[in-house]
């Protein structure tokens, strides 16, 4: 799969004058479409869409249960959560390909979707690393990195470095991920 050439962006917050900063932002670029509940942000999923923005913390559906809908639709898109809500353990088990903690600014926005949009072309292995990494990421910036939900994603995330070094060696481009974060 490759990168979208027009690329569509889901951007999903109760606040709508948070939405519409976030759409304003990113409007120059990509096709945006907008959303301030989780009901409305499921009848603008389709298959059209790359990527989604999600806030945690909206009445009704909270962005967890949105983000599980938009899983069971068997989507490909990427998601990630952009919110104010500090990570803490309970998000290893979220299927989101990144984790944001507001606020972000303008540059901070684009270079996540950008980020999220480039990962469209990585093989599930790739993405999986990314999503564990993300986890990993977020979870430090936190300071949640202890307990044993911590260890068991580095280790799940070491096994899938561990899997990549392998079929890299095999063909020959170890070099590819030189510039990936190690995990310790």
């Given at each position: 799969m490759t990168r979208p050439s027009d690329p569509t962006v889901l951007v999903v917050d109760d606040e709508p004058?948070?939405?519409n900063l976030y759409t304003a932002f990113l409007s120059s670029s990509y096709t945006v479409r907008t959303a301030t509940s989780a009901s409305e942000a499921l009848?603008?999923?389709?298959?059209?869409?790359?990527?989604?923005?999600?806030?945690?913390?909206?009445?009704?559906?909270?962005?967890d249960e949105l983000l599980a809908k938009i899983r069971e639709r068997d989507c490909s898109i990427k998601v990630a959560m952009l919110t104010a809500v500090e990570?803490?353990?309970d998000i290893i088990d979220m299927p989101f390909d990144d984790y944001k903690v507001k606020p972000v600014d303008q540059h901070e926005l684009t270079g996540l979707v950008e980020a999220l949009l480039e990962r469209i072309a990585y093989d599930s292995r790739g993405q999986t690393?990314?999503?564990l990494a993300s986890k990993k990421a977020a979870l430090e910036m936190a300071?949640?990195?202890?307990?044993?939900?911590?260890?068991?994603?580095?280790?799940?995330?070491?096994?899938?470095?561990a899997e990549m070094d392998e079929q890299l060696d095999k063909i020959g481009a170890e070099a590819a991920f030189k510039d990936l974060p190690s995990v310790s």
């Open positions: 004058d948070l939405a009848e603008r999923v389709d298959e059209d869409l790359d990527v989604a923005l999600l806030d945690r913390r909206m009445p009704g559906i909270s962005g990570p803490d353990v690393y990314f999503r300071d949640n990195d202890h307990g044993e939900e911590y260890q068991t994603l580095l280790d799940d995330l070491n096994a899938v470095r």
